[in-house]
């Protein structure tokens, strides 16, 4: 009985030496703060000094980005409620206790927010761009400097990272212009490029070897800037590595150029007809292939059924993956996935690919001869 008294009596003393007090904060208060759990590799980039920003405007869903990545953030709720307890000092053990000294709660969490890596948002790097684009030098003089973006005003609005932006600005084929990011607007770009053409075979120049310096002084007198033309030639066009301001046109961007300038004239052609204007329209060295009309047009008919062609093009449908989605398929209730493929592409990641982003957001099935087709889910 004395061991057994004895034996009790260290188990208490055990006890008791394992216990350690809680009390909680006089500060505390549930709504006090937010618990997020982090990806390692954000969190490895909090810990080299680099910070990461929260964005929302208005009823925009908040995201994360980094300065390479963005994630989305979504609330995720807890079956029990959790008490956070600092550490005794900052970076200190986290499950260090002592019972001489009480643990303080500082707070209560019933959900946290977790980070899904997602495209960045670029409908309203559109939407801010072409609000003021440029249309020429005299219709400028109107353009109220409160529509323009500095870098600055991109970043803090736009919700990517600082890298994602930069590719953003590039596809949007953006330019700086007096500290203020800056877009051709569509009927200017397309009046430029037709007078570039035109100086091409003036000045005897080739599509592979084309100088901004010969455009600029030959249109000069046109009062088209250079870097108007800069522009138009970083779009149609690479820079010829080696040789200052000259550039390579690409042969598909020119035809898809004149293709569109074609489309806009009417609501819907006769595909023949329309080839054969379009062939008409092209330099004499440039063949147009049906291949290049990709994502800026859809072809109906076929399979005994007379063909005809629109204008429909990938840059003017919703920049929002799952609004995409939904405005293709509103076109069209069923598509082939060598049609639908294009318009999507541009979400595409190294990790990511367009059949990826097809399985989640569509469904699909085999078609007549074998065909891969879509639906919506």
Not at 75 to 103: H, K, Q, W, Y
Request: glycine share 6%.
């Amino acid at each position: 009985a004395a061991a057994g008294a004895a034996a009790a009596a260290g188990g208490g003393q055990e006890q008791q030496k394992n216990t350690a007090s809680l009390v909680f904060s006089p500060l505390f208060s549930s709504p006090r703060f937010k618990l997020l759990e982090l990806p390692d590799e954000v969190a490895a980039q909090l810990q080299t000094t680099r910070s990461v920003v929260l964005k929302a405007e208005d009823d925009e869903e908040m995201v994360l980005c980094t300065d390479s990545q963005t994630f989305s953030v979504k609330i995720a709720d807890t079956s029990n409620a959790m008490l956070l307890v600092p550490p005794f000092s900052p970076g200190g053990d986290m499950l260090a206790f002592s019972a001489e000294t009480p643990r303080v709660i500082e707070g209560q969490v019933n959900c946290f927010m977790e980070l899904t890596p997602c495209p960045p948002r670029f409908d309203k790097l559109r939407r801010l761009l072409h609000r003021a684009a440029y249309a020429g030098s005299d219709e400028d003089k109107d353009v109220a400097v409160a529509d323009l973006c500095t870098w600055n005003s991109l970043v803090e609005r736009i919700q990517a990272s600082e890298g994602e932006l930069r590719k953003g600005l590039v596809h949007a084929n953006a330019f700086e212009l007096n500290g203020y990011w800056r877009v051709l607007h569509e009927d200017y770009e397309a009046r430029v490029f037709d007078l570039v053409l035109k100086t091409i075979v003036a000045e005897g120049m080739t599509f592979s070897n084309v100088s901004l310096r010969l455009c600029a002084a030959s249109l000069e007198s046109n009062a088209i800037e250079p870097f108007a033309i800069k522009a138009v030639l970083q779009k149609y066009g690479t820079a010829i590595e080696g040789k200052d301001n000259e550039y390579a046109l690409s042969s598909e961007r020119v035809c898809r150029f004149c293709a569109i300038q074609i489309l806009r004239q009417h609501d819907s052609w006769v595909f023949d007809d329309f080839m054969a204007t379009w062939r008409a329209l092209v330099p004499d060295d440039v063949e147009p292939l049906e291949k290049y009309l990709k994502g800026i047009a859809l072809v109906s008919g076929g399979d005994g059924l007379p063909k005809s062609i629109a204008l429909y093009e990938a840059s003017s449908l919703p920049a929002d993956i799952k609004q995409r989605f939904v405005t293709l398929f509103q076109k069209r209730d069923v598509w082939q996935l060598e049609d639908i493929a294009p318009y999507v592409a541009e979400f595409a990641t190294e990790t990511l690919t367009t059949d990826k982003i097809l399985f989640k957001h569509a469904r699909s099935f085999t078609g007549p001869g074998g065909a891969k087709m879509y639906t919506k889910r």
